[in-house]
């Protein structure tokens, strides 16, 4: 579901970050080679970007056979080291050389020194002195941290938690297995709650790198989800555990080990049962440990202190409780300059913002506030005493960088205030790479320089603040290309609008009439449309749009970035607000003379494939052909954290679950259908495809099925491609 789609989007973006080829043959058609991440040519129809790092204040371009320090004034580049330089250093075989320097990092300012990580080898090295500093073993690592104050190195291998630590040289590495008891049902040092929370990791050092905290998962009572691995000369089972709604869930305790006493506490936080542990934040002395505690209700939240050297603990710090559901998803951030105050995110007043509190928890102040949402916490400007954010004031569908006075919460902006962007700060926070995109701009990169840009917003005249360090050509130049656009309606409550994107057919024609498809997802922490390039439209859509199709793209209630109520108006009853928003935007199309109402399709994946199916069989007369990806069925079936969020448990709620189960309506189903999941989906487990199968074999309708083996909740490298041609063939072949 939705942190999948983001790590299916994460992976998207990584490929994108590849720099284009300087020529490109010119032609008028795309394929989904060129189209489609998975594809062979993709890395050249997008848009160049740059990889870069900060070394202290300087920035650093990274390349494959070299890094470059980049003038903040002009962006003129010196080489800073070469991949040759570096080679003979590392002191490693053959079969783990460097093969690139992408992942260069800088982590000592003003210090000659960069990290660096191969297959297997996690290395130090001081390039001026030509000196090989540190080397740690990370082969078949299952989760790392590395440590920059104190050089040390926490990992999991073979489920078991070990930390590698230096002499007092410096430089002979020495290992300690910290526990011995690990296996798949008890899980040290990774990401905890299926992800939910915000979690990503289990692995988090102090400050002064003396002390490692870390998740202890307890999945020993969860039942397992019978997975097989088909490739097997026999077929084998390879069970996941897997939490559903209502049924027995994981324990997750957190454990504090002490590099200089060697020592292992646990946090003394109660029995963890039906409870949640997330968000966990150190103080800037490194002695006390932060971590906000939930109930499996997920309605009552509490951050709460422990002693870092005991486990007792402190302080209950802040609480919030609602009717509906809390969700935490932010640790605390302390200021740099000022270790009695945090920043706390919240919703609290129906959108997410920033509130500044004392250490204890007293003195709570609102630093944000408005009908808009703090995106990210990008970093601090120490010298301005400033926060910088990330937020869609300016529009719902935008996202553009503010640094706002922690003295008295005045914002200023410091980018164009249109399009899409991302903000790196320097280490001090004087400076900023600005990376963005508008629906006509592919992409462009400035440095901003934060002292003079606040200068500038003065209106002190001539303070230059920016320099444009990239702009993108157009990596579609020469081909044809549909338009592009966006509007908002108003959803079925009649009051809030929502946004839409249209992708019209190339070469289009309002006398005609086109068949058309209703791309959806719909569920929460995802959103489809904003103000990127093309209005982030998937590279499908242009394929389909060159095959004669129109496209429409509607963000329902219960996305993304629009504040509590706009999200929770689906509460106990995921698909049916979703649906009626959905089906305003298929009144909408029906009323544009050159969409062809007898030809309307639904695609979408994940909770889109359930918003597909939802609409299929709920307004059979509308939609003639479907394709859903990896769709729920029933939210029985689907995990705690997300599913009991959202729907509350099937023994607290089983008239909502009963009225979102799709089972009782595979009878509903006339237009052409076809379901498509991984194989060995751990996200939205087979079961759910296999029993709407059921249902519909029980009723007498007749879906269409396809399975890609040993593919997860979605499909990876190149057999995306053949996915995407699959869809693609099923509407050309029953809506066309």
């Known amino acids: 579901m939705t942190k999948t789609r983001m790590k299916w989007f994460g992976i998207i973006v990584a490929l994108m970050t590849l720099n284009p080829a300087t020529t490109m043959t010119a032609q008028n058609e795309f394929t989904l080679e060129d189209l489609n991440f998975g594809g062979t040519n993709y890395r050249n129809m997008v848009p160049e970007n740059r990889f870069t790092t900060w070394w202290g204040d300087e920035l650093v371009r990274l390349e494959v056979d070299h890094c470059a320090i980049v003038n903040k004034q002009n962006g003129k580049e010196t080489r800073l080291l070469s991949l040759a330089d570096i080679q003979p250093l590392t002191q490693s075989d053959e079969h783990n050389q460097m093969r690139h320097l992408y992942n260069a990092e800088f982590p000592y300012a003003g210090q000659s020194i960069v990290k660096l990580v191969n297959g297997k080898e996690l290395m130090l090295i001081d390039w001026k002195k030509k000196r090989l500093l540190a080397k740690y ?242 970093g601090f400007d120490k010298r301005q005493k400033s926060v910088v954010i990330l937020s869609n004031e300016a529009s719902p569908i935008q996202a553009n960088l503010y640094a706002v006075s922690i003295d008295n919460g005045q914002r200023r902006p410091l980018d164009n205030g249109r399009g899409w962007h991302t903000g790196e700060l320097s280490a001090n926070g004087s400076c900023l790479l600005d990376r963005y995109s508008e629906p006509e701009v592919p992409r462009k990169i400035d440095i901003i320089n934060l002292a003079k840009a606040q200068s500038a917003n003065g209106k002190t005249q001539g303070a230059k603040f920016k320099v444009n360090y990239l702009t993108a050509a157009d990596p579609w130049a020469g081909y044809n290309v549909p338009e592009y656009s966006c509007g908002t309606l108003k959803a079925a409550d009649g009051v809030t609008d929502l946004y839409y994107r249209m992708v019209k057919p190339i070469g289009f024609d309002p006398q005609k009439k086109y068949p058309t498809v209703v791309y959806v997802y719909g569920g929460p922490h995802a959103h489809n449309v904003d103000a990127r390039w093309h209005y982030c439209s998937r590279s499908w859509e242009t394929y389909m749009a060159q095959k004669g199709y129109l496209l429409f793209i509607l963000d329902n209630r219960g996305s993304e970035n629009r504040g509590r109520d706009f999200e929770q108006a689906t509460f106990r009853q995921l698909g049916q607000v979703e649906m009626l928003d959905q089906m305003k935007g298929v009144e909408y199309l029906q009323s544009l003379p050159y969409v062809d109402k007898d030809r309307l ?63 009782d309506k595979a009878k509903n189903l006339k237009g052409k259908l076809q379901i498509i999941t991984g194989y060995n989906d751990a996200t939205v487990v087979p079961q759910h495809c296999l029993s709407f199968l059921a249902e519909c074999i029980k009723a007498g309708t007749q879906p269409d099925f396809f399975v890609y083996p040993g593919e997860p909740h979605n499909m990876r490298g190149h057999q995306s491609v053949h996915l995407h041609e699959r869809i693609t063939q099923y509407f050309e072949d029953y809506l066309k």
Not at 187 to 216: M, N
Not at 243 to 260: C, F, I, N, Q, W
Not at 610 to 625: A, E, G, H, Q, R
Not at 643 to 652: F, I, K
Request: proline content about 4%; glycine content about 8%; overall charge negative.
């Open 137 to 378: 073993n990370r082969d078949d690592v299952q989760a790392e941290e590395w440590c920059a104050a104190s050089r040390a190195y926490a990992f999991v291998r073979g489920d078991n938690l070990f930390v590698t630590t230096l002499d007092d040289g410096g430089t002979q590495a020495k290992e300690r297995q910290l526990t011995t008891d690990g296996n798949r049902e008890t899980v040290y040092g990774q990401s905890v709650h299926r992800d939910e929370f915000g979690i990503t990791k289990g692995l988090f050092w102090s400050p002064d790198g003396q002390r490692l905290a870390f998740y202890r998962m307890d999945q020993s009572m969860v039942a397992d989800y019978p997975q097989v691995d088909v490739f097997s000369r026999e077929a084998q089972h390879v069970p996941d555990k897997y939490p559903m709604a209502g049924e027995t869930s994981h324990k997750v305790t957190v454990g504090v080990y002490d590099l200089r006493s060697g020592n292992t506490i646990y946090l003394k936080a109660g029995d963890p049962t039906d409870r949640y542990f997330t968000n966990i934040a150190w103080s800037p002395d490194s002695k006390t440990l932060y971590m906000q505690e939930l109930n499996r209700d997920q309605n009552d939240c509490r951050l709460v202190g422990y002693d870092a050297a005991t486990g007792e603990k402190k302080a209950e710090i802040y609480r919030e409780q609602n009717d509906k559901y809390v969700e935490p998803q932010h640790p605390i951030v302390f200021l740099p300059w000022d270790s009695s105050h945090f920043l706390l995110q919240s919703q609290r007043d129906g959108y997410n913002h920033l509130y500044l509190m004392k250490a204890d928890g007293s003195d709570m102040r609102q630093l944000t506030s408005g009908q808009w949402v703090v995106l990210d916490v990008v």
């Open 601 to 663: 399709g639904v695609h979408g994946w994940s909770f889109g494939g359930y918003m597909t199916i939802s609409l299929m069989t709920n307004y059979p007369d509308v939609f003639k052909v479907g394709v859903a990806g990896g769709p729920v069925i029933d939210w029985k079936w689907y995990e705690v954290m997300y599913g009991e969020r959202y729907m509350d448990t099937p023994q607290a709620n089983p008239e909502g679950y009963a009225k979102t189960s799709l089972l």
